[in-house]
Each structure stands twice: as C-alpha cells, then as structure tokens.
C-alpha cells in the first residue's frame, strides 16, 4: 500500500512538471523572450514582421546620434554583401564601434529593423589575459 502511494506521487509530480514545462515553453509571459535568430538577407527576402534577432557587423561610418537625444542611434548592420538600416533608442554598450560584431533585436517594418536590444561581442583579446596570471600587472594595485 505504502508503495503504491509513493508510486502515484512520484507520477504526479513528473506529470504536473511536463504539463508546468510544456505551458511555460507555448505560452511565455515575456513575449521578448521568444525571438527567433534569422539572417538579414533571410529578414529582407522574406519580410518577417514578428520580433527576430539578427547578428552582423556594424558598418564603418554610419553610425548617427541624435543631436536631440543621445540615446538614440541609427547604423547600418552588415552580414556577409547584406545590409539593413537599424533604429536603437537605448543605452548603447561600451563596445559598440564602427565594425564591432553586433546581435539586435527587435522587429523590421518597412526595411527599417527597430531595435530594442543591443549587444556587443565581447573581442577574444580580452579573454586569454584573464586566464594567464602571469599576465596580471599586480604592481600597478601596489601602494
């Protein structure tokens, strides 16, 4: 008896957990996290219009500020002989240049991409130093 009590708990418990998982994947409560990653010439052939993430290189020189407001910005985001004018309206990362490699989000509407995420690669550089405590400069901490 006290075998199959604890046989129908642990059934339960792995149903409502499939059931919680499978409603959680279809029905997210942040549409903004749902957001598939297509190309820039896939986004321009096939005009999507649901929010979509894209990756590619900012173009040298043509990034624009607003004289208005700094926030916002305008470039042009470059993959492979693909290129897509991009609107962005929020605090830009430190890394954000001419030629970074960058990932927006955000949704295309009239061969416009208005972007409401940006992210910059992080440059490889950085990476091997932080692993190699050799090459910690230690003496410029010292007082």
């Known amino acids: ?60 020189g043509s990034i624009v500020i607003s004289e208005t407001n700094q926030l916002e ?22 890394l954000f240049k001419d030629g970074a490699e960058v990932i927006v989000a955000g949704q295309y509407n009239n061969g416009v991409f208005y972007a409401d995420e940006l992210q910059t690669k992080c440059a490889s550089r950085y990476e091997g130093d932080l692993r190699n405590e050799s090459s910690y400069n230690l003496t410029e901490v010292q007082q």
């Open 1 to 60: 008896m006290k075998n199959k009590k604890f046989t129908l708990l642990i059934i339960g418990v792995v149903a409502v957990t499939g059931f919680w998982i499978s409603w959680v994947s279809y029905n997210p409560s942040d549409e903004k996290a749902m957001a598939t990653f297509v190309s820039v010439n896939e986004l321009m052939n096939n005009n999507i219009n649901k929010r979509i993430k894209l990756g590619g290189l900012v173009k040298d």
């Open 73 to 94: 910005c305008n470039f042009i985001l470059k993959e492979g002989s693909s290129e897509l004018y991009v609107k962005y309206g929020r605090t830009r990362p430190d």
